[in-house]
């Protein structure tokens, strides 16, 4: 899936800027509330593909219910990414969700956040705690991300989108938040 991404960005600037008016449009109204003028000292990159090389995991370096843990990834993330959803489930489905509230509420009024969400396509375990996430994030019901990479942590017993895969989007927009 990686090569995926260098080909995308080699020979598909076409569909290159696609995905990112696409992100720009659905991303950038609900987080322009919340983005950050100061300086940003302690910021990091972030991006939502795979790392380099990523193969299957060792032995023993699944979840001890792959099954259940692979339902409760796909669940979640189809929540968190569901207009429908509460910001207080979505919170609760966010790698460390109670510093990213304020990004969270202002999704919740958005009207172009309300038209979009994910369907994940694929769940590949890396430990037990760490799962890579393959997802077409869709606006309206068509694809705007098709193919997407992002990724998933077990934290505090429960499957939550990562933070990594959250900032990776909101980088996509070209916004600035504090948290990511």
Do not use: H
């Amino acid at each position: 899936m990686v090569s995926q991404m260098v080909l995308v960005r080699r020979g598909g600037r076409p569909r290159l800027a696609a995905l990112a008016a696409a992100a720009v449009l659905v991303l950038a109204p609900a987080l322009a509330a919340c983005s950050d003028d100061g300086d940003d000292a302690g910021g990091t990159t972030t991006s939502t593909t795979a790392p380099p090389g990523t193969t299957a995991p060792p032995p023993g370096a699944a979840p001890d219910d792959p099954v259940a843990a692979k339902a409760e990834v796909t669940r979640n993330w189809t929540a968190f990414f569901d207009p429908k959803t509460p910001t207080a489930e979505k919170v609760r489905l966010l790698e460390n969700g109670e510093q990213m509230q304020p990004v969270l509420a202002a999704f919740a009024g958005n009207e172009n956040a309300a038209m979009t969400a994910a369907k994940v396509t694929g769940v590949e375990f890396t430990s037990a705690t760490d799962a890579n996430v393959t997802y077409d994030l869709l606006v309206g019901g068509s694809p705007a991300l098709p193919g997407a990479q992002g990724t998933s942590i077990l934290q505090d017993g429960t499957w939550k989108v990562s933070m990594k895969s959250l900032c990776g989007l909101v980088e996509l927009s070209g916004v600035t938040v504090p948290g990511c």
